[in-house]
């Protein structure tokens, strides 16, 4: 099964200030169809998880476009350019190349400094 | 717009038997696969299956056979999960999960299974 890595497992940011999350895979996400099924989630405190990004960069409809996501083969990054209070919670990558199983990564907790 | 709800939370004892349900509305209930992730207390998602909404044929992850079965009411456009001789360990909140690129959760439903 693929296993996602992220880093850091913790962040601590200030409001507006731009952050990075990495998720590393264990092999490459790329599908022989050319797609790469890398998505990124966020889950707030006691809500469901919500999507932000699909096939590695794509924003979700409603997601502000402060966030952003990049990447190619076994490393991806979620980028926040300038972090609001709503932002806060734990983000997640899925990805779905290798699938079945779906596998996730570990979380990254955003939090405020 | 889409949605999907779920069941209250449960309280059961070990050995119990459980099952959740999952109503979709907002969209053709046939257009989406099903998934099931659960997630423990203060821990992270993991997937346990997936169920063919069309055809009604279960998939599931390995640390989720035996016990643990999906089911469809296709004409109540509603999806369920039972678990069976529940364990301590199965204490979780379970998200029903639909869409593409898995767009629609369900709210969760907590399950505590304490004797």
């Known amino acids: 099964d693929v296993v996602l890595t992220q880093t850091p497992p913790t962040l601590s940011a200030t409001i507006g200030q731009s952050v990075s999350i990495s998720c590393r895979s264990s092999q490459s996400l790329l599908h022989s169809n050319g797609n790469t099924y890398l998505n990124w989630l966020l889950q707030r405190p006691g809500q469901p998880p919500q999507l932000l990004i699909y096939?590695?960069?794509r924003l979700e409809s409603g997601v502000p476009n402060r966030f952003s996501g990049s990447g190619s083969g076994t490393d991806f990054t979620l980028k926040i350019s300038g972090v609001e209070a709503e932002d806060l919670g734990v983000y997640y990558c899925?990805?779905?190349?290798?699938?079945?199983?779906?596998?996730f990564g570990g979380g990254t907790k955003l939090e405020l400094k | 717009q889409i949605q999907l709800v779920q069941s209250g939370p449960e309280l059961k004892k070990p050995g119990e038997s459980v099952k959740i349900s999952c109503k979709a509305s907002?969209?053709?209930?046939?257009?989406?696969?099903m998934h099931w992730v659960k997630q423990a207390p203060g821990k992270g998602l993991k997937w346990m299956g997936w169920?063919?909404?069309?055809?009604?044929?279960?998939t599931y992850a390995d640390d989720f056979k035996g016990r643990f079965v999906f089911s469809l009411e296709a004409s109540a456009s509603t999806a369920n999960l039972q678990i069976s001789n529940l364990k301590n360990e199965d204490t979780a909140t379970y998200f029903c999960?639909?869409?593409?690129?898995?767009?629609?959760w369900g709210q969760g439903t907590l399950v505590t299974v304490s004797s």
């Open positions: 899925v990805q779905s190349t290798h699938a079945p199983p779906w596998t």
């Open positions: 907002g969209y053709t209930f046939t257009d989406y696969a």
């Open positions: 999960v639909g869409g593409t690129w898995f767009a629609y």
């Open positions: 169920i063919n909404t069309y055809t009604g044929k279960p």
């Open positions: 096939l590695v960069s």
